[in-house]
């Protein structure tokens, strides 16, 4: 294992910058347990460039000091793990260049992001950088009808519905967020006037072809619904697309997403353009296969998957990334320990955490990985989950309740409760039980879960779609509870009168 030192001068290449960049170690915390990592005090210095420094290059460092939007001369000085990332390189070591305490945890050995946000800040007219600076929360101002401090940040509809001229969100120095859901093609040309306007959050299907290269945004939040082209800025890093847009959406960006994560929901889209992306982040996934995701983008540096729990088929794929820094799963089943890719198969990964995985996997991932972690590698593996637990969850046929218009959250989740246990009591019931044991622990079942859902339904959320559901979740069980039981199967289950004493007793 690779542990840095006080004093040391690491540099690695900066893909936003495109230009190599340094950093110190100024401080080690032991770490917090016996088999923890001690943690490095990392400060980013402000040098780059083309090549790596060499030692005389490094006795010139100085610490970066950077000053944007509402930040003044601050350092980018944090801990993170000891464990020096395989791509940073050794330059030297010098009697640290600050030495100020440290209260800050930083992500990772992020070395780069602040340099490139105070050199895009510095592209700002410096006029109106000094504008944004000047405007002071002591003040108000009235747009719209609605009263702001002067150094506000975000509107939404609420305002832009009661504007009479775009030119009155002036008044707002500060803007940096929008949120609409009926966007116009006058809104998009004022935000690309703006140069602090860095979070959009588009929801509106008025504007089919959308252009914000203009602009210096770093968040795009976009509902697709019937935009056909986007052209994204170089500067922005998250595009998030909150439902699968059409097949013939094309992205455009000058650097093919070279530097871009996209964020999309439940699964991959089909969409043109960014080959060439960096990050990719699939959320609320049920279902994925990875080899499609890894044939569309084989740069991807960073790639995290989030189940709803959820299953990913042909997880071998992932071994053709070779570029691959960064792998998270969280809720991630469906392949087993042989499928998961080698270390030297992923030579560049710095970081993989796998949260809520399979327990077979998980034991073989820490064991194959134990050698690069002691080399470096950032491992986390946590939440193994046994069959068991699988059952009940990631076979979970109430999962997509949960977002459903007229269903809470937390009626989702006692929907998903109702169903595990459900199965745990047909795990109590076996061949060898007489009869009318097994009969009154089958009534015992059906009645407790016929009443969890008539609790449920007072709110009346319970519809046509949901109740064929309950009925159908019910009739799988004794279906395969009967199957499990053999001969005896249907003897003691009786189908029939269970499904009879259901109807009785459901108020849905």
């Not at 076996?430 to 879960?449: F, G, I, Q």
């Not at 499904?499 to 849905?508: A, G, P, S, T, V």
Request: charged share 25%; glycine share 4%.
């Amino acid at each position: 294992m690779v542990l840095a030192n006080v004093g040391d001068i690491y540099s690695v290449f900066s893909m936003e910058l495109q230009q190599y960049v340094a950093c110190q170690v100024t401080q080690l915390k032991p770490a917090s347990s016996p088999r923890g990592t001690p943690l490095a005090a990392v400060l980013e210095l402000d040098w780059s460039g083309d090549a790596l420094p060499d030692a005389a290059a490094a006795s010139r460092m100085r610490p970066l000091r950077y000053s944007y939007f509402f930040i003044r001369d601050r350092l980018d000085h944090g801990f993170v793990t000891a464990n020096v990332p395989p791509d940073h390189v050794f330059i030297a070591n010098v009697p640290p260049l600050v030495e100020e305490e440290v209260n800050t945890y930083k992500f990772g050995w992020d070395v780069g992001a602040s340099m490139a946000r105070q050199r895009n800040w510095e592209k700002i007219d410096p006029e109106r950088r000094a504008q944004f600076q000047a405007a002071s929360s002591d003040k108000q101002v009235t747009v719209g009808g609605h009263v702001f401090k002067q150094d506000a940040t975000r509107i939404n509809d609420s305002v832009l519905d009661a504007i009479k001229d775009l030119s009155e969100l002036d008044r707002l120095p500060c803007l940096m967020n929008i949120e609409t859901k009926q966007g116009t093609p006058e809104l998009m040309a004022y935000i690309q006037r703006h140069p602090f306007i860095n979070e959009l959050d588009w929801q509106s299907s008025t504007v089919t072809d959308i252009d914000v290269s203009a602009t210096r945004l770093n968040r795009f939040i976009l509902q697709p619904d019937g935009v056909a082209k986007v052209r994204l800025n170089p500067e922005l890093y998250l595009f998030s697309l909150t439902a699968m847009p059409s097949p013939q959406l094309r992205v455009e960006q000058a650097e093919q997403g070279r530097d871009l994560t996209l964020q999309c929901v439940e699964n991959m889209p089909v969409l043109q353009g960014l080959d060439r992306l960096g990050a990719l982040s699939l959320t609320g996934v049920t279902e994925v296969d990875l080899a499609p995701v890894v044939r569309r983008f084989p740069q991807l540096r960073e790639l995290r998957i989030w189940g709803k729990p959820g299953n990913a088929s042909n997880f071998h794929s992932i071994a053709q990334l070779t570029q691959l820094q960064m792998l998270t799963t969280f809720d991630v089943f469906g392949f087993g320990a042989d499928e998961f890719p080698a270390p030297e198969q992923l030579p560049k990964l710095s970081q993989l955490w796998m949260t809520s995985v399979s327990a077979d996997v998980a034991k073989a991932v820490k064991t194959v990985y134990k050698k690069a972690a002691a080399q470096g590698l950032d491992l986390s593996i946590s939440k193994p989950r046994k069959p068991e637990w699988l059952a009940e969850n990631l076979h979970n046929p109430f999962r997509d309740w949960d977002g459903r218009e007229q269903i809470s959250a937390a009626q989702a989740k006692k929907a998903a409760l109702a169903y595990k246990n459900l199965l745990a009591a047909t795990r109590a019931i076996d061949a060898t039980m007489p009869a009318a044991e097994a009969a009154a622990a089958l009534d015992a079942m059906v009645t407790a879960y016929t009443v969890d859902f008539n609790k449920m339904d007072r709110s009346g959320m319970i519809e046509t779609v949901e109740r064929e559901e309950i009925y159908s979740v019910l009739v799988d069980v004794l279906k395969q509870l009967e199957q499990e039981l053999g001969e005896q199967g249907a003897v003691l289950v009786r189908q029939e009168r269970l499904y009879e004493l259901f109807d009785q007793l459901r108020d849905f």
